[in-house]
């Protein structure tokens, strides 16, 4: 009995003395915080290519095609980001020659002829470039010339935009 | 016994117990006065007492803070939108200390106010943070370099991850009635340079994430200081 009574009064003396350091931990402090939160986003400089004429919405393969004399074949490029990329290389694989053999329209070719077309010179387009990659959401649509015999897959490949500083 | 005779003890029994109770009404009635004269009695002595004729004013101090926008800077409730690796946004803010008391120890922490991304959890690929004070208001062109109209303080460069987990500290001061101008910047290291290809981003990708961010500037009150005379 006599040691169960010591541990309490031991118990007890150590509440006391964690009440009496209390005072020196309860200074007041102040705050003062944004409302609402700063909403923070990332730059997303994707770009695909799909086979046929329907923009893409979600990111796939290299578009595969076969085309012919005479038979060509459509893709669809979209920038499915929300940047327009720093760089957007056009890659070609299995006998695409692709200055020789790809028209770009601006809108979707209709019976073969475009009402807006797009004159490249380079597999590599620059955000400050002319053409330069496609805005977000926008898409070119792609047309194999079909003079000679071609088929195979077809990629974009994007690095992201050039840096900004921005003070506001 | 006639019932006249029993009408006659009954009424001799009542007068015999009023007689009674005035007996007891007396005696209970000099006892409270004996106790209240006795008592009286005890208080009578001669007492003296003193006081301030003009009373003591005694007041609290408050401990007020207050986070704005400096000159025609939005601060944090404009979006910081689409970063890109090298890329860093500059906000312009201001606290106040609006209390009476000094402020001791400011310091500013960072919490996300909705899912979290790698942006504010990855302290290589994340966000990076850059606060420097002023005792006046910057000034400052869309992409030229801010000017501090008074002194700078020491800049303080660390991850957001950092600020979320431990509140970095700005000032070991912060007096009554004082304002400090920051800009508060935000980056994102230029190493992210990812490649895509075919629209399939990297796996850990930093591209296309948000958050929302809670900056909270907190100070605490100066030291208590024992005052003995003024």
């Not at chain 1, 909403?39 to 796939?60: E, I, M, Q, R």
Request: proline residues 6%.
């Amino acid at each position: 009995m006599a040691a169960t009574r010591r541990r309490w009064a031991a118990a007890a003396g150590a509440v006391l003395a964690l009440l009496a350091a209390a005072p020196a931990s309860a200074a007041s402090s102040a705050r003062a915080q944004n409302t609402p939160a700063q909403l923070v986003t990332a730059a997303n400089w994707a770009v695909v290519v799909v086979s046929g004429t329907s923009p893409a919405t979600t990111p796939g393969p290299p578009a595969t095609f076969t085309s012919a004399v005479g038979i060509p074949a459509y893709l669809t490029l979209t920038n499915l980001g929300n940047v327009v990329p720093g760089t957007m290389t056009l890659t070609g694989r299995a006998g695409l020659t692709l200055l020789g053999n790809v028209q770009i329209c601006l809108d979707p070719w209709s019976g073969g002829t475009c009402s807006r077309q797009l004159t490249w010179t380079s597999a590599v387009f620059t955000a400050n470039g002319s053409p330069a990659p496609p805005d977000p959401g926008q898409s070119w649509y792609l047309k194999t010339s079909g003079l000679v015999v071609v088929g195979g897959t077809m990629s974009a490949v994007t690095a992201p935009p050039a840096a900004r500083t921005v003070n506001s | 016994m006639s019932k006249k005779q029993t009408a006659g003890s009954a009424a001799a029994r009542g007068t015999r117990h009023a007689g009674v109770l005035k007996t007891v009404a007396g005696i209970a009635a000099t006892a409270v006065a004996g106790i209240a004269i006795t008592s009286s009695g005890v208080y009578a002595l001669l007492k003296a007492e003193a006081y301030n004729g003009t009373a003591e004013q005694v007041t609290s101090g408050t401990l007020l803070m207050t986070l704005g926008s400096t000159g025609t800077s939005a601060g944090f409730s404009q979006i910081v939108d689409k970063l890109a690796p090298g890329d860093v946004v500059t906000r312009f803010v201001q606290v106040a200390n609006t209390g009476t008391l000094d402020g001791a120890n400011l310091t500013l922490a960072l919490s996300d106010q909705a899912a979290v991304t790698a942006l504010t959890s990855d302290a290589v690929k994340g966000l990076q943070v850059t606060v420097q004070s002023c005792t006046a208001a910057w000034t400052w062109t869309t992409t030229g370099t801010p000017a501090c109209g008074g002194t700078t303080g020491a800049a303080v460069a660390q991850p957001a991850a950092t600020f979320k987990a431990t509140a970095q500290t700005l000032a070991p001061t912060f007096a009554s009635g004082g304002t400090q101008f920051y800009k508060v910047s935000l980056g994102l290291p230029a190493s992210n340079t990812e490649i895509s290809t075919n629209g399939v981003v990297p796996v850990g990708t930093i591209q296309g994430l948000s958050s929302s961010l809670r900056w909270t500037f907190t100070m605490d009150q100066r030291a208590a200081v024992p005052v003995f005379n003024n």
